[in-house]
């Protein structure tokens, strides 16, 4: 999160904390305490922060912003507003790319002729999207603000690696982690008491558009999130796997609810094996793949079940919609 936080720094919060919190003026004293006429900032006296780059691959020299404001960049009140402001702002330009590139090119619209779609569902899940992620952000600020300070063992493969094995084999180690977690994760949600008063929320969207992807209740996301959140503080791994792997999860909720059945296999817990959750709710449980579900008995192939969905004004399996894509 670090690396993120410094691109967001450099181009964009320097100047607005040096705007709205700028140093104060100073007199400068100088020649053995005759004072010179003028004023200059602090900054300029004595620099309580020096720039460390979060990573040997990142070198994004500071502007004279980053030096003018009474809140440096590792003061832990800045930090805590601007992780807190950022994954609002990355949220909703993620959200919004990804919801509407699949809307216009590959989510098939006659879906909303099913009898499960509700009236204004896509106002709905606008609306719930938009309201979740700042309440998301919130819960995720004191382990992002945990992360950059030093708590975590998110590491710099440029001065810190373990080694060139761990760095091949931390990937897949990372995805078999978070895809273990996830299901049961995934699959407590759906007791009794939490699907009534959490998961619920998003499941009310039985056949789902992709505006749908964010629209759950905070505290689900934040639990279905918990497995990348709990890796660095379990285990070493690249600080730019992670913010790789945080980039792309961001879409990936999009992407299981955009109707695009083409893409995929038997191994991939897309867009297919995810429209047969919401139908089945007890199936396809998984996160990235099928692997979990397949282990527990709980994986339904979305051709051989025949999931239902719209074709124009007749009903149509996954496959047959498949066929005419």
Known sequence: ????????????????????????????????????????????????????????????????????????????????????????????????????????????????????????????????????????????????????????KLYDPATDSPGLWYEVLQIPFFVLFVEGTYYFVHRALHSRLLYRHMHKQHHKFVVATPFAGFAFHPVDGFLQGSPYTAFVFLFPLNKWVFAAFYSFINAWTTLIHDGEYNVGSKFLQGSAAHTVHHQRLVRNFGHLFTIMDRLMGTYVNPEEEGAVVRKGKEQATITEVKKAQ
């Open 1 to 152: 999160m670090d690396i993120i936080l410094e691109v967001f720094d450099t181009y964009i919060l320097d100047r607005l904390y040096a705007t709205f919190l700028p140093l104060p003026s100073v007199q400068v004293v100088k020649d053995h305490g005759h004072t010179q006429n003028g004023t200059l900032l602090a900054s300029q006296v004595i620099q309580s922060w020096t720039y460390k780059p979060s990573s040997e691959y990142l070198q994004l020299e500071p502007s004279p912003f980053a030096y003018q404001s009474q809140w440096s960049r590792d003061n832990i009140y800045r930090q805590a507003l601007s992780l807190f402001v950022m994954p609002i702002i990355f949220g909703y330009i993620s959200y919004f790319a990804t919801t509407l590139t699949a809307w216009f090119f590959t989510f098939d619209r006659s879906a909303l002729l099913s009898p499960h779609y509700r009236k204004n569902q896509i106002r709905s899940e606008i609306t719930e999207s938009l309201i979740s992620v700042p309440f998301l952000s919130v819960l995720h600020l004191p382990i992002f603000l945990l992360e950059i300070r030093g708590y975590s």
